[in-house]
Every structure is written in C-alpha cells, then in structure tokens.
C-alpha cells in the first residue's frame, strides 16, 4: 500500500480522519495556524499541526486551512468568518490535547448540533429511502418504478398467477 510510507502513516488513514473532535461552524471560512518549527512554546502548536490538521480539514471540506510556519514569536491561530471579522486564539504553552479542546468549545460546533445534521443528512439526502418519515410513501413514487399494484393493476406476464400456470 503506497499510502501506507512516509513519518507517521496513521494520519492518513480513514479510520483516523473520521475521529477528528472538530467541526467548525458554517461561518468559519479561513482557518489558519502560526507557529514556529523551534522552541519549546511552540510544541503544542507543532504537534497540533502534525496530528490534528489532517482530521480538521477532512471534517471541514469547505474550509480553507493554512499553516504559517516560522513568521510570529508566539503561537495563535486565527479564524476568518464569512461576514469579514476574524478571532485570534492564543495557543502558547499549550498542549495539543488542550488545543483542541479549546477550539471545540470555541469555534467549533455542538455535539446537540452534530446530532441534528446527522439525522437530518441520514432521513432525506437519499432518494432510495422511502416509507414513514420520509420524502416518499412508496417506491412507486419514483419515476421508472413499477406503479403500486392497489392503484394500477400489473401485467398479466409479470404476475405469477398467469406466468406459472399451465397452458
């Protein structure tokens, strides 16, 4: 397996991807980290990026992610929202466990609110899901589907009283 090379391979499994804690708000649309690659302040912020980036932008798709590296003397990380205001977060000294913990409580979107979407993607995002609750009654409904036997009778060859019975 090619994907399966490089420093640390977990990281792009999708197992991993999936179990990523942060999903950002609707409005969140930059998110960016700064950091830099030496000092001990910057160790969470590091191994933030290294472990936690790859699930964030897997769970967020319509985000954009970026990571400044060696520009700032203190680790933070900005998020830019669709009305124009953006919010700094101030991650010196912190784990990346600590990190990511903040960010959910901050930006990031309520386990009330995951349910809800969940649900909502689950019941009407596939047309093949038909009967109560749903969009649809019944198959029949569907263009291309055979009409339902109660309404419009079937034809004679498709009915097994007349397909089996002998001549």
């Known amino acids: 397996m090619p994907f399966m090379k490089g420093r640390e391979p977990i990281r ?3 197992k991993y991807l999936n179990a990523g804690k942060l999903v950002l708000k ?12 030496y000092g001990d302040h910057h160790a969470g912020a590091r191994d933030f990026v290294f472990w ?26 900005r998020c830019y929202f669709d009305d124009g205001r953006d919010m700094l ?4 000294s912190r784990n990346r466990d600590d990190i990511i913990q903040h ?3 901050v930006v990031g979107k309520t386990r009330e609110q995951l349910d809800a979407e969940a649900r909502l993607m689950e019941s009407k995002d596939n047309p093949a899901n ?7 009654h019944c198959i029949c409904e569907i263009p291309g589907q055979v009409p339902c036997p109660g309404t419009v009778p079937l034809p004679e060859q498709m009915r097994g009283k ?6």
């Not at 960016?32 to 690659?37: A, G």
């Not at 980036?53 to 680790?75: D, H, M, R």
């Not at 007349?162 to 001549?167: H, S």
């Open 52 to 77: 936690n980036i790859p699930q964030i932008q897997f769970k967020n798709p319509e985000v954009q992610v970026l990571t400044l590296k060696n520009t700032t003397p203190s680790p933070f990380v």
């Open 103 to 105: 960010l959910v409580q």
């Open 89 to 92: 977060i101030d991650i010196e």
């Open 12 to 14: 792009r499994t999708l």
């Open 162 to 167: 007349f397909k089996f019975a002998p001549k």
């Open 26 to 37: 609707d409005k969140v649309r930059i998110f960016s980290v700064n950091y830099n690659t």
């Open 130 to 136: 038909f009967g109560y609750g749903c969009g649809r």
